[in-house]
């Protein structure tokens, strides 16, 4: 089946440790790929995204996605997390079928950083 | 700068009654996309409008319907609530342009008792 997986569902790191959070996908051809962040409480914001070119995209707050085609994967990292990145993570796809931009997210990260 | 608003953020409602939630997309947006966020759950599609049609439909019940209107802000109607209704209800807005990201609301909390 079409989805689109996130296989941490927690982790907890302490301020400065490097973070990577993996996501895959199964849909083929073209998609657009999204990462988007929930702070407690709050609704989702964009950290970064990619249609297309340079496979290494860079967002806000440091963070840093690389697609990989032949992995479909489209993994977040940041070389140095903060306390304020406590938050849950969700990548998102656009699928190539039914509507451009009509998000299929995953079941989110929730990363915890311990100062 | 302007943001995607959702009233009311908090909503109450007992089973089989019916709730209206409303959004207001970013001005000059005319595309609005609604989300329901179960807890501890990922968002879930239920239903896009463009130019004040439908223009893709998810995992929205039939008890539920939307409009949006000439003024581009969208209302989801919810009737016959049921208790596995309560949730987090996005709504988003972007210009339907290629390439135009999303933008989120603060959401809805829906809560059926």
């Known amino acids: 089946a079409q989805s689109v997986s996130q296989h941490n569902h927690h982790v907890i790191l302490s301020e400065a440790a490097s973070l990577e959070l993996g996501c895959n996908y199964s849909y083929g051809g073209t998609v657009n790929l999204f990462w988007y962040v929930q702070y407690p409480g709050q609704h989702l914001q964009l950290l970064l995204k990619y249609f297309s070119g340079d496979p290494l995209v860079k967002g806000i707050k440091g963070f840093e996605a690389e697609f990989i085609k032949s992995k479909f994967s489209f993994n977040l990292r940041k070389p140095s997390v903060q306390w304020s990145d406590t938050a849950e993570y969700f990548c998102a796809v656009s699928p190539p079928k039914g509507g451009f931009q009509k998000l299929v997210f995953g079941t989110g990260t929730r990363l915890l950083v311990s100062p | 700068a302007a943001g995607v608003i959702q009233s009311p953020r908090h909503l109450i409602k007992e089973k089989r009654e019916t709730a209206t939630l409303k959004c207001y997309p970013i001005p000059r947006h005319d595309t609005v996309y609604w989300y329901q966020q179960g807890p501890g759950q990922d968002p879930q599609f239920l239903i896009s409008?463009?130019?004040?049609?439908?223009?893709d439909k998810g995992s929205i019940p039939d008890r539920f319907s939307a409009q949006q209107f000439s003024d581009y802000h969208s209302e989801l109607n919810m009737s016959s609530l049921e208790l596995g209704d309560s949730a987090l209800y996005f709504c988003?807005?972007?210009?339907?342009?290629?390439?135009?990201?999303?933008?989120f609301g603060n959401g809805t909390r829906l809560t059926v008792t």
């Open positions: 988003a807005s972007s210009s339907g342009q290629n390439n135009s990201p999303l933008h």
């Open positions: 409008f463009y130019e004040k049609m439908q223009s």
